[in-house]
C-alpha cells in the first residue's frame, strides 16, 4: 500500500532506487518535502504581497474589464488579446465584488498556484516515489513559470492548475484500479468548467480521453465506458459551445495578428533540415523551461532530463504513462500543424504541460543520481542532497530578485508612479477630468483600442479616487480656485487626430480660459531598457470658468 493506503497498481509509485528506503531515508524524504513546498508558498506569496505593477500584457487585457458587461466580454476583445470568457468572467465577479487594484485581478491566479502546487504533491505521490518524488515536487515547487504566473492578471496560471485537475483527477481513477467509475464521473463534470475558463485545458482533456480509453480496454466495464462517453460529450459539447459563442468571435478578429505572432511555435513541414532544427530549437528553449531555461538552448538540461525519464518509463513498460505525458504534446502539435495553437515559443502558451515536465525532470534527476546498488548509496544521496539544496537556492534567488526589483520592467514602474501622483496629487487641487473615460472624446481611437493607452487606464482606475468609485466629475466644484485640468492620452505608435483636439479647445475657449498646457512624455522602453518601443504622452489642458457659475463641457 502506498503512503494514502491505496493498493500499488501497474507498478505506482514508481521508485528508480531499489534499496528498501530509499538513499535519502524516509524522514529526510518528508523533510525535504515539506522544505520545498514551504519554499514554494514563500515565494508565490512573496511575489504576489510585492504588488508588482500592472505590466502592458496584463494590462491589455484586465482593460477590456474596465466597461464592458458579462455579455460584451464574449465579443471581440481590444488591444490584440483571446481570452476564455470564463476567466474573463471570473475576473469581472471580482472586481465588481472587490475593486480593480493589482491584488483582486491577480487573485484567481494566485490561489490557483498555491492550491495547484499541494495537489501536485498528491498527484506526483501516485505515480512517484522516493527521491523522484521529491525532486519532482521540488521542481514545481520552484520552477520560474509556476512563480511568475502565480502573480499575474492573465489565465496562464489558471490554465495550469485546470491541467493539473483534469491530470489529478485521471490518474486518482487509474492508481485505485481503473475500477472507481465515481472519479470518471467526477471528470465529466469538471471538464465543461475547464473548456469554459481555459482553452488550452483541451489538450490535456484529449490526452486525458485516450489514456482513460486505454485503461478500459484493458480492464474496463460496460458502465464505466458510460462515463467515458459522457466525459467525451461534455468535452467536445462544452468546447463546441464556447468556440460558437466566444472564440470563433474573438479568433475572427485576432488570428492572424496571433498567428504572426506564434509564427515561431509552428513547425517548418516544408523542409526536413528546418523541421530538425525547429524541433531541437523548441524543446531546449522555454517549452521546457523548468525549473529554469530559456531561448538559444536554455533549457538543454531539463530536455536531457526528460529524455531520460522517458527511456526509464519505455525499458520499464510504463506505457500508459508514456501516453499521458506525450499526448498534450501530441494534440498540440497538430494543432501548430494546422496554425490554430503554437507549440513551445513562449513558456506561457504551453505551461498546461508544467506538471508533466516537472514529472518527468524530477524522475530524470533521480534516475541520474540515485544510487544503484549498496555501496554506492553515500555517493547517491549527497548527490540527491545537492540537487535537492540547489532547488532550494533557485526559490529563495526568486524571492531575493523580486525584492530587490518588484517589477517586469522599469517602463511599468514609471507609469504606476505617475498615475499615483497625477490622479491622486492633482485631485486634491483641482477637477481631473480623462478626454476619453470621462468626456467621451476620442481622438486617437486605434490607440484606445490597440496601444499603450491600456496601461494608462488600468493604472488610472486603480489610482483615481473618482474613477475607482465610478463617480462623475464634479463640474459643480470647478471655478477660478478650483480649476478644471483635462487630459489627453496618445503615444507615437498610432495617430492622433491633432485637428479634432484643437476644435475641441477652441470649443472649451468659449467658456473657459485655457490657463496653460502641457504635453508629459513616456518613453516606453523594453524589459532591458535597451529598446524603444514608443514614446507615450498625457497633454494637460488647465482651464477656469469666464464666469462665476460653472459650466459643464
Known amino acids: 500500500m502506498n503512503e494514502a493506503g491505496v493498493g500499488r497498481y501497474e507498478g505506482l509509485p514508481l521508485l528508480w532506487e531499489d534499496l528498501p528506503a530509499g538513499p535519502l531515508g524516509q524522514r529526510r524524504e518528508r523533510r525535504l518535502l515539506w522544505a520545498l513546498l514551504i519554499l514554494g508558498v514563500a515565494a508565490r506569496a512573496v511575489r504576489y504581497g510585492l504588488k508588482f505593477p500592472l505590466w502592458d500584457d496584463e494590462c491589455f487585457l484586465m482593460a477590456n474589464l474596465l466597461d464592458r458587461d458579462y455579455a460584451g466580454l464574449t465579443k471581440p476583445l481590444n488591444y490584440w488579446q483571446i481570452c476564455p470568457v470564463g476567466f474573463l468572467w471570473l475576473e469581472l465577479a471580482l472586481v465588481r465584488l472587490l475593486g480593480f487594484c493589482e491584488y483582486v485581478v491577480r487573485l484567481p491566479s494566485f490561489v490557483a498556484s498555491v492550491a495547484g502546487l499541494f495537489l501536485f504533491r498528491h498527484m506526483a505521490g501516485r505515480l512517484l516515489g522516493g527521491a523522484a518524488l521529491v525532486l519532482a515536487v521540488g521542481t514545481y515547487a520552484v520552477a520560474y513559470p509556476m512563480l511568475r504566473y502565480a502573480a499575474e492578471a492573465k489565465p496562464y496560471g489558471v490554465d495550469l492548475f485546470l491541467a493539473l485537475v483534469v491530470l ?70 462544452a468546447f463546441g459551445a464556447i468556440f460558437l459563442v466566444s472564440v470563433q468571435p474573438q479568433s475572427a478578429a485576432e488570428l492572424d495578428t496571433l498567428r504572426a505572432y506564434w509564427d515561431r511555435g509552428f513547425p517548418p513541414l516544408g523542409s526536413p533540415l528546418a523541421f530538425i532544427a525547429w524541433f531541437f530549437n523548441v524543446h531546449t528553449g522555454q517549452l521546457l523551461a523548468y525549473p529554469f531555461g530559456g531561448d538559444n538552448g536554455g533549457s538543454t538540461l531539463s530536455f536531457l532530463l526528460c529524455v531520460v525519464a522517458l527511456v526509464v518509463l519505455a525499458r520499464r513498460r510504463q506505457y500508459m504513462l508514456l501516453l499521458l505525458c506525450l499526448g498534450p504534446l501530441a ?138 468609485r465610478g463617480e462623475p466629475p464634479r463640474w459643480d ?72 457659475g460653472p459650466a459643464e463641457p
Open 331 to 468: 494534440l498540440t502539435f497538430a494543432a501548430a500543424v494546422i496554425g490554430r495553437y503554437p507549440y513551445g515559443g513562449m513558456v506561457r502558451f504551453n505551461i498546461y504541460m508544467g506538471p508533466i515536465v516537472c514529472l518527468l525532470v524530477g524522475l530524470g534527476l533521480a534516475a541520474a543520481l540515485a544510487p544503484r546498488q549498496p555501496r554506492t548509496a553515500a555517493r547517491g544521496r549527497t548527490g540527491l542532497l545537492v540537487a535537492a539544496g540547489a532547488l532550494m537556492l533557485v526559490a529563495a534567488g526568486s524571492i531575493a530578485r523580486d525584492v530587490a526589483f518588484p517589477a517586469k520592467a522599469a517602463a511599468d514602474m514609471r507609469f504606476r508612479d505617475f498615475a499615483r501622483w497625477f490622479w491622486f496629487d492633482m485631485a486634491h487641487d483641482g477637477e481631473v477630468v480623462c478626454l476619453n473615460t470621462d468626456l467621451g472624446k476620442d481622438f486617437s481611437p486605434e490607440e484606445f483600442r490597440h496601444g499603450f493607452s491600456a496601461m494608462y487606464l488600468c493604472n488610472q482606475r486603480i489610482y483615481s479616487p473618482r474613477h475607482a
Open 168 to 237: 489529478a483527477v485521471a490518474v486518482e481513477w487509474w492508481a485505485r484500479g481503473a475500477t472507481h467509475a465515481r472519479w470518471l464521473w467526477l471528470l465529466a463534470a469538471l471538464i465543461p468548467v475547464a473548456v469554459l475558463v481555459s482553452y488550452p485545458v483541451v489538450f490535456v482533456g484529449g490526452a486525458a480521453s485516450l489514456f482513460i480509453a486505454c485503461a478500459l480496454w484493458r480492464r474496463g466495464r460496460w458502465w464505466d465506458w458510460a462515463a467515458w462517453v459522457a466525459y467525451n460529450a461534455a468535452l467536445v459539447g
Open 477 to 548: 466644484r470647478v471655478s477660478a480656485d478650483w480649476p478644471l485640468r483635462c487630459v489627453q492620452f496618445y503615444s507615437s505608435t498610432y495617430p492622433l487626430d491633432r485637428d479634432g483636439l484643437d476644435r475641441w479647445v477652441a470649443s472649451m475657449r468659449e467658456r473657459y480660459t485655457l490657463v496653460a498646457r502641457e504635453r508629459l512624455p513616456f518613453a516606453c522602453f523594453d524589459k532591458r531598457e535597451t529598446k524603444l518601443r514608443a514614446m507615450a504622452y498625457v497633454e494637460l489642458f488647465k482651464f477656469v470658468p469666464k464666469t462665476t
